[in-house]
């Protein structure tokens, strides 16, 4: 399958995403793990793009197409991928459709998760990321915490709480979500590509997309 995920950060597209790719053996690409691994590592395209990240903004376009495009012809692509978090603005999504178009590959369709907005300011508040770079497993504190509070329980080091996870950070995200990240749903519409499903399950948003590609 070869799918965009949408939907407001903490609404669940990371979960879907792995949920799905195991079904068919397409890969999950998020332009978000691979900028935090950059950061981590303290390559220069990290260092470039960590200024924007603290402060929940963007990164630009400029970074995110030369890591989408050699991205795609990696060969664990050729059965399929989801990208995660990707476009995030009318402009990326332009561009991203020339791309496709360049590369010759066609989109099975869009999902789009929607999610409450309370919902969306619980779970991302109380989530926690293992700090190792190549880990990087996820907890909540809440519904899913470590065996030990504050280790990872897969490599043993500390679980801590993102910078771009704090409510101030949550809401930032929220809001530049809205103002640019939005608009896509409306883009995807008139190319004919959307599908949209409202619920908190990802179990029930896998069940509707393998529905929908006739699964």
């Not at 691979?34 to 402060?55: C, D, H, N, S, Y």
């Not at 749903?185 to 990802?202: A, H, L, N, R, W």
Request: hydrophobic residues 40%; positive net charge; charged residues 25%.
């Amino acid at each position: 399958m070869k799918l965009i995920l949408l939907g407001a950060p903490g609404a669940g597209k990371g979960t879907v995403a792995k949920m799905l790719t195991a079904l068919d053996g397409s890969v999950q690409i998020s332009t978000g793990d691979i900028l935090r691994g950059a950061v981590q590592a303290g390559t220069p395209l990290g260092k470039e793009a960590e200024a924007f990240m603290k402060r929940g903004d963007l990164v630009p376009d400029s970074l995110i197409m030369g890591i989408m495009e050699k991205r795609l012809q990696e060969p664990d692509c050729a059965k399929g991928f989801l990208l995660d978090g990707f476009p995030r603005t009318i402009p990326q999504a332009e561009a991203l459709k020339v791309l496709l178009n360049k590369l010759g590959i066609t989109l099975d369709m869009v999902v789009n998760l929607e999610v409450p907005r309370d919902i969306i300011l619980d779970r991302l508040c109380t989530r926690r990321t293992c700090s190792n770079g190549k880990c990087q497993a996820i907890y909540n504190v809440k519904s899913n915490p470590p065996k030990q509070a504050g280790v990872c329980d897969k490599c043993g080091n500390p679980v801590v709480q993102r910078d771009d996870e704090t409510e101030e950070a949550i809401l930032h995200r929220l809001a530049t979500y809205n103002q640019k990240t939005a608009p896509l749903i409306g883009f995807y519409d008139k190319e004919g590509q959307m599908f949209t499903v409202v619920c908190t399950s990802s179990d029930v948003v896998v069940n509707a997309v393998k529905a929908k590609l006739g699964m």
